[in-house]
């Protein structure tokens, strides 16, 4: 009887971290979608000069590589520990590892790592929510895993609305000069910010100024409560 019990917690603990690396496959396989829609829809792309292009385009070729290894590692772990009976503190180990890149990827946990410090200014506020957008999701389509805006960490549900007060994002009114943290490769980020007649153009048109200081450690302490979904579930195996 205690040996039955005691396979049962085993299975349901291994199940457990099966569900977290399932979760977390998911985020990876929509970053990499993101990568594509990012710069597929960048009209400023148009006008980058050819050495600009052919950086992203590199770095772009190599962050899906990664991705895709990740999204294999962690498809190779999900099976282990779904076949697994008896290594269960092999198994604990492994759930938690991929808990912590869980609790990163979606802004629950506290991270560090290089990165750039943006500074953008807006005198006559002339900078709207679609703008601020821009800002983010060009920091994205350069690979930036991290990015948190003023006081709010970003998320893959975040929003900026234009209201009469300002720009709000996710309930924060945001108030100018702006700065933004983001960790990622951060030539390659301030590559994607300068692009000609890119984002710094148009904080520029606006009466504003958009600079970038490249970081050996950048350190992000803003954490996102995550709810729980109302109709969405985990899909049966």
């Known amino acids: 009887m205690t040996d039955s019990v005691s396979d049962n ?15 977390l496959l998911a985020i990876l396989g ?9 710069h597929s829809g960048t009209d400023s792309l148009t006008s980058a000069r050819e050495e600009d292009l052919v950086r992203i385009l590199d770095d ?3 962050r899906i590589d990664r991705l895709q290894g990740q999204i294999n590692a962690l498809q ?9 009976s008896g290594n269960n503190a092999a198994a ?42 821009d800002i983010v999701e060009e920091l994205r389509g350069a690979g930036s895993e991290v990015i948190q805006f003023g006081s709010v960490r970003l998320g893959t549900d975040s929003s900026f609305i234009d209201s009469q007060a ?3 994002l996710d309930g924060t009114l945001l108030n100018a000069p702006y700065t933004i943290l983001a960790i990622g490769d951060p030539k390659t980020m301030d590559t994607a910010l300068h692009i000609q007649g890119g984002v710094a153009n148009t904080v520029g048109v606006a009466g504003g100024q958009l600079s ?15 709810t729980s979904p109302k109709f969405a579930t985990p899909a049966p195996k």
């Open 60 to 62: 772009q070729n190599g």
């Open 166 to 168: 300002g720009v709000v």
């Open 92 to 133: 604990r180990q492994e759930a938690q590892r991929q808990a912590d890149a869980l609790a990163v990827l979606t802004g629950t946990a506290a991270a560090h790592g290089p990165g750039i410090r943006v500074s953008v200014t807006d005198p006559q506020g002339g900078l709207k929510a679609e703008d601020l957008l």
């Open 30 to 38: 929509f970053g990499l979608a993101v990568q594509f829609r990012s």
């Open 9 to 23: 917690r085993k299975r349901r603990r291994n199940r457990g971290a099966a569900i977290l690396i399932g979760a």
């Open 212 to 226: 970038v200081d490249e970081q050996d450690l950048i350190s992000i302490t803003a954490v996102r409560t995550v």
């Open 76 to 84: 190779s772990a999900e099976q282990r520990l779904s076949d697994s």
